[in-house]
């Protein structure tokens, strides 16, 4: 059963780069470790058990070896970077790969994972890929954490974020067919609705509540800038949302840092070049 919002993985070339934009955006990074068997290597924006992952390629021969997850992570890397996943955590998730494989989606796992952290320990979890591979694609990823919470946290504890970012909001997903989307999240992930669905100007949109996160699935309808997130990078996460606890600081802290934002009533936009191609929104917590 899926129970929470995990993490949201933000794809870096370099990684070394990313974490210091990430640090000039006000956030407290830590390194993360490696994937042993995938060649990836990663850093750490912790919140509480939410998180953003910073993910990069660091043995292109172990990632193209391990198939459609490692190949499409090298792909995309080769041509963008920026916000390219999100997981999704649970436990058992059996019935979700019975779901996705009813729907014709089809999906790896539960299979053991770990990466080994700098400070010594082991984290290890049972992942579930949907589709063979989560990259730019309008689904999770789904884990099974093995390490317990009380263990994430003591190895990466929630940093101090100099921005009073104190969370992941909401993910909102560009998508071509929403029924299609409805039906994987419902039907294949068992979500259920926060409403029946909306149909506004510019396109139709449905939401599910994890918690106080909020999972936004969008088809466009017509010209904008999810039409053209999709035509660009295909259908997949189109923008994170944070919550801020103090969002006049935050929005300092930025303007100090020399961070291009724009501002609305919905909260504060930071220009994705500043955020290593992720379109970012920052909201009140």
């Known amino acids: 059963m899926i129970e929470r919002f995990d993490h949201a993985v933000i794809g870096v070339p370099d990684l070394d780069a990313g974490m210091d934009a990430f640090r000039r955006l006000g956030f407290e990074v830590a390194v993360g470790g490696r994937h042993p068997s995938l060649g990836t290597r990663n850093a750490i924006v912790r919140f509480g058990l939410d ?14 070896a391990r198939g459609p997850f490692g190949r499409e992570l090298l792909s995309f890397l080769d041509r963008a970077c920026g916000l390219v996943g999100f997981v999704l955590a649970g436990t058992g998730l059996e019935e979700e790969v019975e779901g996705l494989r009813d729907l014709g989606v089809g999906a790896e796992g539960p299979f053991e994972m770990d990466r080994i952290h700098p400070k010594g320990g082991r984290l290890e979890w049972r992942l579930v890929l949907p589709g063979g591979s989560p990259w730019r694609k309008p689904w999770p990823y789904l884990i099974d954490w093995i390490t317990s919470e009380g263990e994430l946290l003591a190895w990466d504890p929630p940093g101090d974020h100099a921005n009073r970012v104190t969370g992941v909001a909401a993910i909102d997903l560009a998508v071509e067919d929403l029924d299609a989307a409805r039906q994987l999240y419902e039907g294949g992930l068992g979500l259920r609705p926060r409403e029946s669905g909306q149909t506004r100007p510019g396109g139709s949109s449905r939401h599910y509540q994890l918690g ?15 039409t053209t997130e999709l035509e660009r990078r295909g259908p997949g996460p189109y923008r994170l949302a944070l919550a801020s606890s103090d969002l006049a600081s935050t929005a300092e802290t930025l303007a100090h840092a020399g961070v291009q934002i724009s501002r609305s009533p919905a909260g504060l936009d930071i220009d994705p070049a500043g955020a290593i191609g992720a379109r970012i929104r920052i909201v009140p917590a």
Do not use: C, I
């Open 51 to 64: 998180y953003l992952e910073l993910l990069t390629v660091e043995d292109a021969a172990k990632a193209r």
């Open 212 to 226: 106080s996160f909020r999972l936004g699935v969008h088809q466009p309808d017509g010209p904008g800038t999810v």
